[in-house]
């Protein structure tokens, strides 16, 4: 039977573009939409960087039981953002296609990269692999949306903050002054939407199956497998990127120590047909490697 399908999302302006995407493309197909916005405490305190927070998934959470209650039908996330193990009666409906994975810099100048910096971000991640490269740096945290985010990098005196790219690009709000840090390794699954659904609701699952683009799922359910074999959560710096090319995926991974001064990286190319398990391998050569002493220090340090 044909249902109007609810469409949950956070009510930030990127989520609600990513939402109202998502909401297109089902209409397009024949399907009836309407979009519930929801705030998650992730939106709420900006006071405290994430990782204090201590909530796996916080900006999730709150649509999580938004459906599991029969509020939504579906929800739209980046991708980046959800936990690697999803709720107990929800699963993955779809993976959009992927856009830009890069992160970026928007600065006000760039005479300061060869100096003393100061640089804005509420990752871990961004902030090992920055000091990892300029460590007479000073790295401040930076919370919120991301028009909030910007617009806190207007009123300060720092020098620059991180971005990701596809954030910035979806809702126009990429500045003039930015370059693209390709050397950077990004979060596994970013520049990804994920629709997720009720398991037992077969009409949003059948629905969303008809948006999954599948390069890109299988590329973010690499990065998302190393993760998850590193037991990073979203909470330790760790960066993951998987490209698909003709016959072969090309995979580069790293965990960083928190100040960013060490750096264990996995670089590996396998053929398509033998992907199965292949992010564990990676994350399991990088634990081998001195990466499961790391964890424990970063655990220990973030208690």
């Not at 490269?133 to 910007?150: A, C």
């Not at 994920?194 to 629905?207: F, H, Q, S």
């Not at 909470?235 to 090309?250: F, N, Q, R, S, Y």
């Not at 990676?282 to 081998?288: S, V």
């Amino acid at each position: 039977m044909a249902k109007t399908i609810r469409i949950g999302t956070r009510d930030s302006e990127l989520a609600l573009w990513q939402a109202n995407t998502v909401q297109k493309y089902l209409e397009d197909l024949g399907y009836e939409t309407k979009i519930v916005a929801v705030k998650s405490m992730g939106d709420i305190v900006l006071d405290k960087p994430l990782y204090e927070l201590g909530i796996t998934g916080i900006f999730t959470k709150t649509l999580d039981v938004a459906m599991l209650n029969g509020d939504v039908d579906i929800a739209v996330h980046s991708m980046k953002d959800v936990p690697t193990a999803l709720p107990k009666g929800i699963v993955e409906g779809a993976v959009l296609e992927r856009a830009n994975v890069n992160d970026i810099l928007v600065h006000k100048g760039l005479d300061f990269l060869q100096k003393d910096g100061v640089i804005a971000t509420g990752s871990l991640r961004r902030k090992a692999q920055w000091l990892h490269k300029y460590n007479k740096h000073t790295v401040v945290d930076l919370r919120g949306n991301v028009n909030t985010r910007m617009q806190k990098l207007t009123d300060s005196d720092w020098n620059g903050a991180i971005f990701a790219a596809a954030g910035l690009e979806r809702i126009n709000l990429k500045p003039e002054h930015f370059i693209d840090l390709n050397w950077m390794i990004p979060a596994p699954a970013q520049g990804a939407m994920l629709a997720v659904a009720k398991e037992e609701d077969t009409y949003c699952r059948e629905a969303l199956s008809k948006l999954n683009h599948s390069t890109s799922e299988i590329c973010v359910h690499i990065e998302r497998e190393f993760l998850r074999e590193l037991e990073g959560g979203c909470t330790a710096p760790i960066g993951a990127l998987a490209v698909m090319k003709k016959e072969t995926i090309d995979f580069t991974g790293a965990l960083f120590s928190l100040d960013g001064s060490r750096k264990i990286e996995v670089i590996k190319q396998v053929d398509i047909g033998d992907k199965q398990d292949f992010g564990k391998k990676c994350a399991q050569e990088i634990l081998n490697n001195g990466g499961r002493e790391l964890m424990k220090e970063i655990k220990a340090e973030m208690k």
